[in-house]
Nanobody, 123 residues
Framework: QVQLVESGGGSVQAGGSLRLSCADSGRTISSYATGWFRQAPGKEREFGAAISRSGSTFYGDSVKGRFTISRDNAKNTVYLQMNSLKPEDTAVYYC?????????????????WGQGTQVTVSP
């Protein structure tokens, strides 16, 4: 069973960096695709980034060029390195997992979700 746990959230000033982690205590994280979504207050959950089983990466337009997703198979963990953070990046960030195909940026394509971690970027 997939059990996703996010960590690494916190508060940072604009222009700063944070690295989020998504660990799976239930299964081998490289056996499925892993993604990061975020949800700001009053807004819909938004796709951020994803990494496929083969290691291909995908990014949403709002984070492209600033965020990097990666995977450490030995640690069974997926990371989201977030640089050049902006106040509009403030949100709860969720890790997601799936085995099936589908539109990578659609929430409906993802089967498992973590509990989320808060990221707050101040001006």
């Amino acid at each position: 069973q997939v059990q996703l746990v996010e960590s690494g959230g916190g508060s940072v000033q604009a222009g700063g960096s944070l690295r989020l982690s998504c660990a799976d205590s239930g299964r081998t994280i490289s056996s499925y695709a892993t993604g990061w979504f975020r949800q700001a207050p009053g807004k819909e959950r938004e796709f951020g980034a994803a990494i496929s089983r083969s290691g291909s990466t995908f990014y949403g337009d709002s984070v492209k060029g600033r965020f990097t997703i990666s995977r450490d198979n030995a640690k069974n963990t997926v990371y989201l390195q977030m640089n050049s953070l902006k106040p509009e990046d403030t949100a709860v960030y969720y890790c997601a997992a799936r085995w099936r195909q589908g539109v990578v940026g659609s929430m409906a394509s993802w089967d498992y979700w973590g509990q989320g971690t808060q990221v707050t970027v101040s001006p």
